[in-house]
């Protein structure tokens, strides 16, 4: 499927994301031990594989450090920014992006009943936070797109609704955010140590 809306899927503008992590790994990014974090390439990777930041939202990701790492504890929680520019960007919020991930989706089921094999589920409870449909739509997305000799998606962007209503009755829940999954390790043009102001 062609998309005559691309010129509108990169946007010239840098957006900053916070990514909770360790404080050893926040003082070497700082400092220019280490030039960057590692790419998250579980199965259960809610954007498929990349570098995942929160846009905007420092707290969040100190929070996500402090006691939200399902994959193995943080024993000292901190919180690093960095400037991004999203680039050539798969965006969720957008009907174009909507509209190529549920074509994946077909893509996929296609092959996976043509092997005889049940699809991956999402699970984990109210939070599903074991996304791996979503991991694999992502990236047969990406090998969909390398097939056809379109050109790689930069990052992934996208909003989640998460955990209990704000408020009895609400449309929002505490913990909406929206994430980045960055692919493109070029896109990450600096580190910095997020300022508290009181």
């Known amino acids: 499927m062609t998309n005559p809306w691309k010129l509108y899927q990169s946007r010239p503008a840098q957006v900053l994301g916070f990514h909770g992590t360790e404080k050893k790994t926040v003082d ?30 420092p707290q969040r990701g100190l929070e996500w450090a402090q006691n939200g790492n399902p994959k193995s504890k943080i024993k000292n ?8 520019d999203l680039g050539l960007r798969l965006d969720l919020t957008t009907r174009t992006g909507l509209d190529e991930v549920g074509q994946a989706y077909k893509t ?3 092959a996976y009943a043509k092997a005889g094999l049940a699809l991956p589920i999402n ?4 939070d599903r936070f074991k996304r791996e449909l979503d991991c694999q739509v992502i990236e047969a997305l990406h090998s969909i797109r390398l097939e ?13 609704r998460e955990d209990k209503e704000l408020y009895s009755g609400a449309g929002f829940h505490r913990r909406n955010h929206v994430q980045i999954a960055i692919l493109n390790r070029d896109c990450i043009k600096g580190y910095f140590r997020p300022i508290k102001k009181q």
């Open 28 to 57: 070497e990014l700082i400092s220019g031990g280490t030039d960057h974090l590692k790419k998250s390439e579980g199965k259960f990777e809610w954007l498929g594989h990349g570098i995942y930041f929160w846009e905007n939202d």
């Open 108 to 110: 996929l089921e296609s």
């Open 123 to 126: 699970d984990g409870g109210e």
């Open 148 to 160: 056809r000799g379109q050109p790689r998606y930069d990052s992934v962007r996208a909003p989640f």
């Open 77 to 84: 929680p901190d919180v690093v920014g960095a400037i991004l």
